[in-house]
Nanobody, 125 residues
Framework: QAQLVESGGGLVQAGDSLRLSCTTSGQSFSRYAMGWFRQAPGKDREFVASINWRQNYAYYSDSVRGRFTISRDNAKNTVYLQMNSLKPEDTAVYYC??????????????????WGQGTQVTVSS
C-alpha cells in the first residue's frame, strides 16, 4: 500500500524559511507528478505547487510563485518544498500528493489519488 509521509513543518517567524519533505513508500511514484497542497483553518485545501515526473516542469500558485520551490529526488523517493520569505498567510497544514496517472502534468486535486497525512506550518508575524 502506497504511503506518503510529510516532515519538516514547524513554527517560524515571518521572513524565515522551511523545507518540507515527502517520502513515499509501498509504490514507486517516479513516473508520476507530485504536488503540494495546503489547507488553512476554515478554508478549502488549495494547490501550492507540482512537478512532473521528468522534473522539467514545475507549477506554482500565484501566492507562492517566486518564494517556494518544488523539487524531487526519484532515487530517494522524496519530493521537497523549499519555502522562503514565509508570511503569516502561509500558515496551514501542508499535504503531499501523488498523481493517479503516470507521465502527466497535474495541478488539480482531482488528478491526485495518493495523499499524505499533512504537516503543520505556522508562521508568526
Amino acid at each position: 500500500q502506497a504511503q506518503l509521509v510529510e516532515s519538516g513543518g514547524g513554527l517560524v517567524q515571518a521572513g524565515d524559511s522551511l523545507r518540507l519533505s515527502c517520502t513515499t513508500s509501498g509504490q514507486s511514484f517516479s513516473r508520476y507528478a507530485m504536488g503540494w497542497f495546503r489547507q488553512a483553518p476554515g478554508k478549502d485545501r488549495e494547490f501550492v505547487a507540482s512537478i512532473n515526473w521528468r522534473q522539467n516542469y514545475a507549477y506554482y500558485s500565484d501566492s507562492v510563485r517566486g518564494r517556494f520551490t518544488i523539487s524531487r529526488d526519484n532515487a530517494k523517493n522524496t519530493v521537497y518544498l523549499q519555502m522562503n520569505s514565509l508570511k503569516p498567510e502561509d500558515t496551514a497544514v501542508y499535504y503531499c500528493a501523488a498523481a493517479t496517472t503516470p507521465f502527466t502534468i497535474a495541478t488539480r486535486q482531482s488528478q491526485f489519488g495518493h495523499w499524505g497525512q499533512g504537516t503543520q506550518v505556522t508562521v508568526s508575524s
